[in-house]
């Protein structure tokens, strides 16, 4: 019996779902690779790549439409994100920061879809890959800009401090830049996503038991505040989507200027 248990009307239980029941879903069509993350993951590709190739393909000098509601979106990576970060550099890196952005938003924001209701980045597997794929970056860019032993020793040995302090630093530092920074870059992802499907889901079927299934006066009450919770929650998950994106791509810039510039 899952934890998630709330109280019911006399002869029944009402059970939220399982974590399992709710993100191990099944292959489409037979494929075994081919499960519903995976293809909402596709989707989002899709949808950034055409959103980005409608907005920009044939720019306009005064935008409407599409192209405006993207270059609105390029502002605000620049200007969020880009610029303090990597300063000069800035508009070397906005197609990777804007499209890490955008797709990180759109896998956020399938969540929320009606008949769709799955974030992507909910499954560990997706932000992992992409802060691994940004995290190797980062280690090609330091490697590039300050040499293999330079990169690695600004990581390690911060300058401007006492040589044995260097003996407790240097570990920490590697553990820190090397595991625990790319691990919560893609944590801080998933469980947000995680957790706020899970909410969702709970009350959407509280809400839904007590006014279909189990229709009485307590009931509705019942059934009611998990309606008006999932929309409050709703609400705020989209708050959640829209940060989470922005820090995932303002911590690419992060990395990325690390990499570029010791100092920073």
């Not at 920490?172 to 992802?189: D, G």
């Amino acid at each position: 019996m899952s934890a998630l248990t709330v109280l019911a009307p006399p002869g029944g239980e009402f059970r939220a779902p399982t974590p399992d029941e709710l993100f191990n879903l099944g292959p489409i069509a037979g494929i075994a690779w081919l499960t519903k993350p995976v293809l909402l993951a596709i989707l989002s590709s899709i949808l950034v790549i055409g959103f980005c190739w409608a907005a920009f393909a044939k720019p306009k000098l005064v935008p409407r439409g599409v192209q405006n509601v993207a270059e609105y979106g390029y502002m605000f990576v620049r200007d969020q994100v880009a610029r303090p970060f990597l300063g000069k550099d800035a508009d070397r890196w906005m197609g990777l920061l804007v499209s890490v952005f955008f797709l990180v938003l759109v896998w956020n924001i399938m969540g929320v879809i009606p008949f769709i209701q799955f974030p992507v980045a909910s499954h560990i597997a997706f932000p992992f890959v992409l802060a691994l794929s940004i995290y190797a970056l980062k280690i090609y860019l330091g490697v590039k800009h300050q040499g293999g032993i330079g990169y690695f020793k600004n990581m390690m040995f911060p300058p401007g401090l006492p040589k044995p302090i260097y003996l407790l630093l240097a570990p920490i530092e590697f553990l820190s830049n090397m595991i625990i920074a790319p691990f919560t870059h893609a944590v801080r992802l998933f469980a947000n996503m995680f957790a706020g499907h899970m909410l969702l889901a709970f009350f959407s079927m509280v809400g839904f038991w007590f006014l279909f299934e189990k229709l009485t006066l307590p009931g509705s009450t019942i059934g009611l505040l998990g309606v008006v919770m999932t929309i409050i929650l709703t609400g705020f998950e989209m708050f959640i989507q829209f940060l989470q994106a922005f820090l995932f791509a303002m911590l690419a810039a992060m990395y990325i200027g690390g990499a570029l510039h010791a100092e920073h």
